[in-house]
C-alpha cells in the first residue's frame, strides 16, 4: 500500500516563495506526480518526477528523493491565481495513482 | 477541444436509487480511472480499466461498478445508492504506453448527493 503525507494548509504573500513537503512510503515506486486543483475543479499537471534532483519549470520546480521517501513543490514569486490546493500522488508503476489528501495554499495580498 | 467529458455535472438521488455517471474521453487514451474526492481525504481510486475489455478495482470498489466495452467510455454505477456515497466524483484517462510516468488528465467532476 501507500501512505502519502502532506500538510493540510499554508499561508502565504504575494510575491513570496512556499515549499509544500511531501513524504511517502511506497511498496513500490515509480515515479511522484505534483497536481494543482483549484476550488470547484479538476486536478491539472504541474510534474513528475522519477529520478532524485530538481525539476525547474517556470515559477514552479519540484525535488524528489527515493532514499528519503521525500519531495517537494516550490512555488516562487507567489501570485494570487496560485491559492489552490496542490496534490501530491505517487504511482507504483501500473498507470496507478496514489494522492495525498492535498494541501491548500492561501496567497494573501 | 480534446478531453474528457463527464455528465451529469451534479445529481440529487433518492438513497437506494440506481444512477449511472458517463466519462467519456477522445484522446485515444487506454487507461481509465474513476476517483472520488472528499473534504480531508483527497482523491481515493473506486476502479480503472488498463485498456478495452479490462478493469479492475481500486482502493474502494464497493458499491460501485464499471465496464469498459470500447476505448472512449468508462461508465460507473451505483446500484443502489447510499448516503455515505455523497462526494464528488472525477474521471481521468492516461496514455499507458510507457513506464507508467504519463499524467492522468481528469474531467470537470461530478458532484452527487445522495439523501
Known amino acids: 500500500g501507500q501512505n502519502i503525507d502532506q500538510p493540510t494548509e499554508m499561508t502565504a504573500t504575494e510575491g513570496a516563495i512556499v515549499q509544500i513537503n511531501c513524504t511517502y512510503q511506497t511498496s513500490g515506486f515509480n515515479g511522484l506526480f505534483w497536481y494543482q486543483q483549484h476550488a470547484g475543479e479538476a486536478p491539472t499537471f504541474l510534474s513528475y518526477?522519477?529520478?532524485?534532483g530538481l525539476e525547474e519549470k517556470g515559477r514552479f520546480s519540484s525535488f524528489l528523493s527515493r532514499s528519503k521517501g521525500y519531495s517537494y513543490l516550490l512555488l516562487k514569486e507567489l501570485q494570487m491565481k496560485d491559492s489552490a490546493s496542490y496534490l501530491c500522488a505517487v504511482t507504483d508503476g501500473d498507470y496507478k495513482l496514489s494522492f495525498g489528501a492535498g494541501t491548500t495554499v492561501t496567497v494573501r495580498a | 477541444t480534446a478531453g474528457i467529458t463527464q455528465a451529469p455535472t451534479s445529481q440529487i438521488l433518492a438513497a437506494g436509487r440506481s444512477m449511472t455517471l458517463r466519462c467519456t474521453q477522445d484522446?485515444?487514451?487506454?487507461?481509465m480511472y474513476w476517483y472520488r474526492q472528499d473534504l480531508g481525504l483527497g482523491l481515493r481510486l473506486i476502479h480503472y480499466s488498463n485498456t478495452a475489455g479490462t478493469t479492475g478495482k481500486g482502493e474502494v470498489p464497493d458499491g460501485y461498478s464499471v465496464s469498459r466495452a470500447n476505448t472512449d467510455d468508462f461508465p460507473l454505477t451505483l446500484a443502489s445508492a447510499v448516503p455515505s456515497q455523497t462526494s464528488v466524483y472525477f474521471c481521468?484517462?492516461?496514455?499507458?504506453?510507457?513506464?507508467?510516468?504519463?499524467?492522468?488528465?481528469f474531467g470537470d467532476g461530478t458532484r452527487l448527493s445522495i439523501l
Open positions: 481521468a484517462s492516461s496514455d499507458s504506453q510507457g513506464s507508467g510516468n504519463q499524467p492522468q488528465h
Open positions: 484522446m485515444r487514451h487506454n487507461a
Open positions: 518526477n522519477v529520478l532524485d
